[in-house]
């Protein structure tokens, strides 16, 4: 078997679920990718800044699209922010959007294989989780990776740099990898190796709805924290329930938590962890003796009733994120786009309305400046160039995820695209042409069906009554170059990715309309055993990428 993880071939599986789930999670294209010397070419991925004042929003983002949708931009903001090279390509003033240097599954299998060999016998037997510290060395030592592959001479790596000679190449350094984790989803998904494992080794799991686990504490963020000496940084605010508590501790620096108002709600010593209840945001203030600190800040939530994961350590920090991404080769070929306004909407949901997205309304051949586009070999040799059609991005700010994608339209600024604010117009070139929707509940509680757009974007206010049938009905987005099959343009993500981690298929969700009502739209669970996330037993199938390791270095135990 392989261990060196260089090269790792990503077939074109569904996007939120294994086989079964094609027809109804589908993404469009997928090629091998190797990430090593772009790792090294991006350096570690850039972090994703979660809102920890949104899940103190959360009844009301379910209860206004209006509301909901400027959060949704602002994380996509977030998420498309250019980031500088860690090492300089000929295309010297070239910058990335934040999400392409996420970690994709080659970079995991590699930390893996990094982590996991160098665990003592009796730390293997015992499933010992790995420590904090190993994870941050293992990501430290990530972007260096290639130096020690057989073949990566400094002379490869000049020629290598030298071919980056364009924007589109720099962006395809890393070839079109479909899934990215953000650093905090990526490290949580490392230090829950052991529940990931035994899941993987354990093929019964729970098919329906369960009682979640009881009073626990989760990771908030993890973040790298360096003070000169008397030095301070301030972190949040973080929104914490009424039945819960925020826990902050950096070794070198003393801990104060404040509310909204600057009251203190804690002050610690230094190395002393601080806490501080509820309810309300709150602010963590690291402060540095009179020594310099170079540590981590550790950032933990205790509630009485957290979110469930059992196939996980725990549900994923704030800073997780992750997105999908559909790449399409330009071939000589149009791209195929979509009607998405409320005539089109109302033929495809409607009654009687077809429910699937079909091969497209129109065509177009959208050059570089007007859709995000990358060519995976060097242009000068004419290699393939890709095009970013359309792309997820799950975020994990509210307890049940922060659930938007984005695709092209030749029409951007129209129905989905309306309101799309200055923040994302100012990153210029491609971005000003991608729409979006959002959704952060399984049912939709905005009493006003054009969710409060009236007055300000009628095409958008139109297109978003045409995408439901009554408050309280399921609720809805749709992607029409990710949801591929019949039903899935009357989808909302959370449905299909509520049964992550489960037995359940896509025969059971279309063959149980009792079980599975609205297509699958419906919240049927209260357990999710990796907390909606597809990646473990599907996918990426991290769960047998851990297993495989864990298998082969057992054997010598």
């Known amino acids: ?86 090492v300089a390509p000929a295309r010297s003033d070239a910058t990335v959007p934040a999400w392409l240097t996420w970690y994709g599954k080659d970079d995991l299998q590699r930390l893996f294989h990094r ?7 009796d730390r293997k037997r015992a499933r010992d989780p790995f420590a904090p510290t190993e994870i941050d060395l293992a990501l430290a030592w990530n972007p260096t990776a290639v130096d020690g592959l057989d073949g990566w001479t400094p002379e490869r790596w000049a020629a290598y740099l030298a071919a980056l000679d364009s924007v589109i190449a720099v962006n395809g350094a890393a070839g079109t990898n479909r899934v990215g984790y953000s650093p905090g989803a990526a490290r949580h998904l490392l230090a ?21 686990p009881g009073a626990g504490q989760r990771q908030l963020v993890r973040v790298p924290l360096g003070l000169d000496a008397c030095g301070e940084a301030s972190f949040g605010p973080y929104f914490v329930d009424a039945d819960g508590a925020l826990t902050a501790a950096a070794p070198g620096a003393a801990i104060t938590i404040t509310d909204d108002a600057g ?104 050059g570089a400046d007007r859709i995000f586009t990358i060519a995976t070999e060097p242009t000068t040799v004419g290699g393939p160039v890709y095009r970013l059609a359309a792309l997820h991005l799950m975020t994990k700010e509210l307890d049940h995820w922060l659930w938007i994608t984005l695709w092209w339209s030749p029409d951007p600024d129209r129905d989905f695209g309306a309101d799309r604010p200055p923040a994302i117009a100012a990153l210029g070139g491609p971005w000003r042409n991608y729409k979006m929707c959002v959704t952060t509940a399984f049912d939709e509680r905005d009493p006003d069906p054009q969710g409060g757009f009236a007055a300000i974007a009628p095409d958008l206010c139109a297109a978003l009554a045409a995408t439901r049938a009554a408050p309280g009905a399921p609720s809805w987005c749709s992607n029409p170059y990710l949801e591929l099959g019949h039903g899935n343009a009357a989808s909302n993500c959370m449905g ?28 049927v669970r209260d357990n999710f055993p990796s907390d909606y996330s597809w990646a473990l037993d599907a996918g990426d199938r991290l769960g047998r990428v851990f297993a495989d390791e864990v298998e082969y270095w057992d054997q010598g135990l």
């Open 1 to 86: 078997m392989t261990r060196a993880g260089l090269a790792i071939a990503l077939s074109a599986v569904a996007a939120c679920g294994d086989d079964a789930v094609i027809d109804r999670c589908a993404l469009g294209t997928s090629t091998a990718a190797v990430s090593a010397p772009a790792r090294k070419l991006y350096g570690p991925a850039a972090p994703y800044d979660g809102d920890g004042t949104l899940r103190g929003l959360d009844d009301a983002l379910a209860g206004s699209q209006r509301q909901r949708r400027a959060v949704a931009w602002a994380a996509v903001a977030r998420a498309l922010q250019p980031v500088a090279l860690a």
């Open 115 to 121: 982590l996991y060999p160098a665990l003592s016998a």
């Open 192 to 212: 829950s190796y052991p529940q990931i494992v035994a899941c993987a080794q354990d093929p019964a799991r729970p098919a329906r709805i369960e009682d979640g």
């Open 263 to 366: 009251a203190v709600r804690c002050a610690g010593a230094v190395d002393e962890p601080c806490t501080a209840p509820g309810p309300g945001p709150l602010r963590v203030t690291a402060v540095a003796g009179g020594a310099p600190v170079a540590s981590a800040l550790e950032i933990d939530y205790a509630a009485a009733d957290p979110t469930w994961a059992a196939c996980l350590a725990a549900p994923f920090p704030l800073d997780a994120a992750v997105i999908k991404a559909d790449w399409r080769r330009l071939q000589g070929e149009p791209l195929p786009t979509y009607d998405t306004s409320a005539a089109a909407l109302t033929r495809h949901l409607g009654a009687g309305g077809d429910l699937d997205w079909g091969p497209g309304d129109g065509a177009a051949d959208p």
């Open 496 to 523: 299909c990715h509520q049964h992550g981690g489960t037995a359940v298929g896509v025969d059971q969700i279309l063959g149980d309309p009792d079980g599975f009502p609205s297509l699958g739209r419906t919240q």
